[in-house]
């Protein structure tokens, strides 16, 4: 089955324990993207990749960093979590970075919880 | 900035009758569009999408309405259905890579 994967779907942490949330795409996409969902806000972008070795910082980039030495992988690392970052997180990946005729494919979302 | 603007939070609607969407934009560099629809516990899915050389685009009971003159980006759901019911975001980016989200609007579609 074509997906996206995420892991973990729930996290609760501490202030400043480095984390990562990984991502994994099972449909050969090129590109990949991180987002953010908190109320009132909608979905912001955090990080894209288009493709293999290459990343670029989305709307909301602070406090958060990713690579791509795969193509089917885009991990999430937050190095020093602060509760700022506590939101549902969502990975997305496209065939190409044009979406229009495809979308995106979103994973289910990782709840985190910083405290 | 919220530069994709969705001023409905939620919207109720009978089984069977229209459900119109909004969505408004401040970016007149924006030229594509998405909507997507997200169920409880899962993430969005694709819904259907338009080029800024279009003003609509029909798939189905769905059909999306871009007036570039008044940046304002709409969907239509007819007949709704109770399995319509769900978060549905607008998306809108520039030429590039970064799209930028609306806040997501509740329908709720009564049987």
């Known amino acids: 089955e074509a997906q996206v994967t995420q892991n973990p779907r729930y996290l609760i942490t501490v202030t400043g324990k480095k984390l990562t949330v990984t991502c994994s795409q099972n449909?050969?996409?090129?590109?990949m993207s991180w987002y953010r969902q908190d109320p009132g806000l909608g979905l912001r972008q955090i990080y894209y990749?288009?493709?293999?070795?290459?990343?670029d910082k989305g709307d909301v980039p602070e406090g958060y960093k990713v690579s791509r030495k795969e193509k089917r992988n885009f991990p999430l690392i937050l190095e020093s979590p602060s509760p700022n970052q506590t939101s549902l997180y969502f990975c997305?990946?496209?065939?190409?970075?044009?979406?229009?005729?495809?979308?995106?494919?979103f994973g289910s979302g990782t709840r985190l919880t910083v405290v | 900035d919220q530069q994709v603007k969705q001023n409905s939070p939620s919207l109720s609607v009978q089984e069977g009758r229209i459900s119109i969407l909004n969505c408004d934009y401040t970016?007149?560099?924006?030229?594509?569009f998405l909507w997507y629809k997200k169920y409880p516990a899962e993430g969005p899915t694709f819904l259907i999408s338009?080029?800024?050389?279009?003003d609509k685009n029909e798939d189905g009971r769905f059909t999306v309405f871009l007036n570039k003159s008044a940046k304002h980006l709409s969907l239509h759901i007819v007949p709704s259905q109770p399995g319509d019911s769900a978060v549905y975001f607008c998306?809108?980016?520039?030429?590039?890579?970064?799209?930028?989200f609306g806040t997501g609007t509740s329908l709720t579609v009564i049987p």
């Open positions: 338009i080029s800024s050389i279009k």
């Open positions: 997305a990946s496209s065939p190409h970075p044009d979406p229009l005729h495809y979308g995106y494919t």
């Open positions: 449909m050969n996409h090129e590109y």
């Open positions: 970016n007149s560099m924006f030229d594509y």
């Open positions: 990749s288009m493709n293999v070795e290459v990343t």
């Open positions: 998306a809108a980016r520039p030429t590039g890579n970064q799209f930028y």
